[in-house]
């Protein structure tokens, strides 16, 4: 199957600090791929070194068959992202910063204009009076999204996409993400929440500190109520899957 | 009163100050401004202090000389902390102090505590108490009432200035407000130079300076030259001077800020700034439209930036009129040279050596664009350029109005080269700070120092420069700066232009390979 997102050994480091060692991933077109590992495991550095906010200081990268840098202008513009920082600008309005964004990605006025509108009465953006630092955390998180979504990307990067928004919110952007998919362009997303990322998805990647692949596969089985084996043992569901791979385990605080 | 958690919060404000030590820019920072500036300059000012008091004892004029000298310094402390920001950083937010166990009135105590611990006070108080000093080691006055009074000053002229400031901030939070600022500014600004004139000519047309006996330096200066009731006197005075201001900035406080600017709830898609910006090519277009947009809406940058029309009025008028160095009209015209090289970049000059101060997070958003990583450096350069050129219109168009002298039409080619020249140097050096000694600044702030030490260097550097070299040029060899050599700036504006350009492309290959770490300082996790 053809990669929508190719990764051959990635490394990143900080000075001494490892942050991502030796990481090889294939994404494959057309899906909707969770990237998975504990805080601190180098999610969002991954999604750094694909989205050119970050140099890797090793390895190769390739989106769309073509290789990246974060000089790569052409790439970029067939790309959405939404960092976790969300990377907004505080003192604008939300329909003058998706303007921006739209303009930036080469979209011309007329077109900016009416994606906008659609954009905000979809996301239920209709505080048009206040500025995007007078907006709840969620709030903040639909634009975020709008501005990852408005020139209508092959490829989409969701660093953390979900924590922080309503349930109806939640059940929109899945629906409008299944639908992204299904036109065979590709959704690469970080979260926490495994129940979502085992119903929304069907592959994903685990990580562990640092940076390293544990586990890549298909989860369309668990969504089924089919397992998977590993290590002789079987999962019904993420959750106990990724605490097994990532070791991590339940801390007992008898005070609490 | 929670005492115990105040002096855990005054303590955590020097631990923050300290923890600089832990990155190797940091360190210099707190070495050179910490230590060495901070000793070197408490020193050498407390010297100077010294010398005052004892060329104020000397005059026979103890207190008349004492009071001009303390209110000089208490107009140059409040006007250096509402223009520079300096002494007025919150280093608390109230919405982390609300963390803590604190009443409403803790955490207001709490917050101009720790604003008052600022080194830049000690400077203020340090000149002072060198004043203090210097009158009693001369035999005036008793030294612990002038200690006292040293003290009730720098309580005084620190709410002043607070006052000041809630009223200032207010006041560009409402439609109109700044330019209401501005005439202000310009009236109390420009008043002296043209009264002046007028009063020495006409001595009993005014109501002359007794009014001065009734504010606080004059009363510091009664107690730091008197051992009798005098002294008392002058302490009562700062005593009902720092209730009255005490009182209002309370009663101000309370009611805090509203911006009444509210838009309307309709989509507007006013395009106005992206139309300035395609003065640029259509390429840079949206960008400084952007950028226009960005800092039109900072409340800091729309109360400095007007502000700085009427300053160039007052460089240009003062200027050519004060030398202080009794040169011939020629030769002051060395002052308007460096005073319109200032012009080319006071409006801006605060953010265009800290250029991604303000933007947070929002520095990632530009790296994820499909444009060049260091394309926001330069455009938001390209914005300061249009933006001062602007003030340096408005510069040339003033001058003939406020210059002395015989007018030359020479004289415009030589101050626009003046002008363009200190615009580009100035936004040059700007670039390298911008990207090597960035910092993270308030946006919602309208005072307060957000510069780095290098960026404080470049700024205040800059300005002292134009102000002083022009005057020792014109005295070492008069008659070079005159409109027989017209060209000459026109060449430095070209070479400064060269130098710019360079640095453009210099600064943006410094700030791809530096990114990360910026995107560390602006999200506040370096």
């Given at each position: 199957m053809e990669s929508a997102i190719l990764i051959r050994h990635l490394a990143k480091k900080y000075g001494t600090v490892?942050?991502?060692?030796d990481l090889s991933l294939s994404v494959p077109k057309g899906s909707m791929f969770g990237f998975l590992g504990p805080n601190g495991s180098g999610k969002s550095t991954t999604i750094g070194c694909l989205t050119g906010l970050l140099d890797p200081s090793a390895g190769e990268m390739e989106i769309l068959g073509q290789r990246f840098t974060s000089e790569s202008v052409d790439l970029k513009r067939r790309m959405g992202v939404m960092p976790e920082t969300l990377?907004?600008?505080?003192?604008?309005y939300a329909h003058e910063f998706l303007a921006f964004i739209g303009r930036m990605f080469g979209l011309d006025e007329t077109t900016t204009r009416t994606r906008v509108t659609e954009l905000l009465a979809a996301l239920e953006?209709?505080?048009?009076?206040?500025?995007l630092s007078e907006y709840s955390t969620g709030m903040r998180k639909r634009v975020a999204f709008a501005a990852a979504v408005i020139h209508s990307p092959e490829v989409l990067f969701l660093d953390e996409?979900?924590?922080?928004?309503d349930p109806a919110g939640v059940a929109s952007m899945k629906q409008w993400l299944r639908r992204f998919t299904e036109q065979g362009r590709t959704v690469f997303i970080t979260s926490h929440v495994l129940e979502t990322v085992e119903r929304l998805c069907n592959a994903v990647a685990i990580i562990t500190?640092?940076?390293?692949?544990v586990w890549q596969g298909d989860i369309t089985v668990l969504a089924n109520d089919g397992s998977i084996t590993h290590d002789g043992q079987e999962f019904r569901a993420l959750e106990p899957l990724f605490l097994h791979l990532t070791g991590e385990h339940y801390a007992d605080l008898n005070w609490l | 009163m929670n005492l115990q958690l105040l002096g855990t919060l005054i303590r955590l404000r020097y631990r923050l100050f300290w923890a600089k030590r832990r990155s190797r820019s940091g360190r210099i920072a707190l070495f050179l401004s910490g230590y060495l500036m901070l000793l070197a300059v408490m020193a050498l000012l407390t010297a100077g202090g010294l010398g005052l008091g004892a060329m104020a004892v000397n005059a026979g004029r103890a207190t008349a000389t004492a009071a001009t000298i303390l209110f000089g310094l208490y107009l140059c402390a409040t006007v250096g902390t509402l223009?520079?920001?300096?002494?007025?950083?919150?280093?608390?937010?109230e919405s982390e102090m609300r963390?803590?166990?604190?009443r409403a009135r803790e955490r207001e105590l709490a917050r101009h505590i720790v604003a008052m611990l600022d080194p830049y006070w000690y400077l203020v108080v340090g000149i002072e108490f060198g004043l203090l000093l210097g009158l009693y080691l001369l035999g005036s006055g008793f030294f612990l009432t002038g200690a006292i009074a040293v003290l009730m000053l720098y309580v005084c002229n620190y709410l002043t200035v607070r006052l000041l400031s809630a009223i200032v901030e207010r006041l560009v939070a409402r439609r109109g407000g700044s330019i209401f600022l501005m005439a202000a500014i310009m009236a109390v600004g420009m008043a002296p130079p043209f009264l002046l004139p007028y009063m020495q000519a006409h001595p009993h047309a005014g109501p002359g300076l007794?009014?001065?006996?009734?504010?606080p330096p004059y009363g510091a200066a009664l107690a730091m030259t008197h051992a009798d009731l005098w002294a008392v006197w002058g302490l009562t005075l700062i005593a009902w001077w720092t209730l009255g201001l005490g009182a209002a900035l309370v009663a101000l406080e309370r009611r805090p800020a509203r911006a009444t600017?509210?838009?309307?709830g309709k989509l507007q898609w006013g395009s106005r700034y992206d139309r300035v910006g395609a003065f640029l090519g259509p390429q840079n277009a949206i960008l400084i439209g952007h950028w226009l947009r960005f800092f039109w809406r900072n409340n800091r940058f729309r109360m400095l930036y007007p502000l700085s029309l009427p300053l160039v009025g007052f460089f240009i008028y003062g200027f050519t009129r004060q030398?202080?160095?009794?040169?011939?009209p020629k030769d002051a015209f060395a002052s308007a040279m460096g005073a319109f090289a200032i012009v080319g970049f006071i409006g801006t000059g605060q953010f265009a050596v800290n250029?991604?101060?303000?933007v947070g997070n929002g520095l990632r958003r530009y790296l994820l664009?499909?444009?060049?990583?260091a394309a926001a450096l330069r455009s938001c350069s390209y914005t300061f350029v249009l933006l001062d050129a602007v003030l340096i219109v408005v510069g040339l168009v003033v001058w003939p109005f406020l210059s002395r002298g015989p007018l030359d039409p020479l004289m415009m080619p030589l101050l626009a080269g003046c002008s363009v020249t200190g615009m580009f140097l100035y936004l040059a050096a700007g670039l390298w700070v911008s990207v090597l000694s960035a910092r993270r600044g308030n946006?919602?702030?309208?005072?307060g120092n957000d510069l780095s030490f290098a960026g404080n260097t470049i700024m205040i550097g800059s300005m002292l420069c134009l102000f002083i070299l022009p005057h020792v040029a014109a005295a070492l060899?008069?008659?070079?700066?005159?409109?027989?050599?017209?060209w000459v700036p026109l060449v430095t504006a070209a070479v400064a232009g060269g130098v710019y350009w360079m640095s453009l492309q210099g600064a943006s290959a410094r700030f791809r390979a530096r990114r990360e770490r910026l995107i560390a300082v602006m999200e506040g996790r370096s």
């Open positions: 490892v942050a991502v060692e990377g907004l600008f505080e003192p604008l953006l209709n505080e048009s009076h206040k500025t996409p979900f924590e922080s928004i500190r640092p940076g390293k692949l | 223009i520079l920001g300096f002494g007025m950083n919150a280093i608390f937010a963390r803590y166990p604190l007794s009014w001065l006996q009734w504010t600017v509210v838009s309307s030398s202080g160095m009794n040169l011939g250029q991604f101060a303000y664009l499909p444009a060049d990583p946006y919602y702030s309208s005072f060899w008069p008659g070079l700066f005159w409109s027989g050599y017209w």
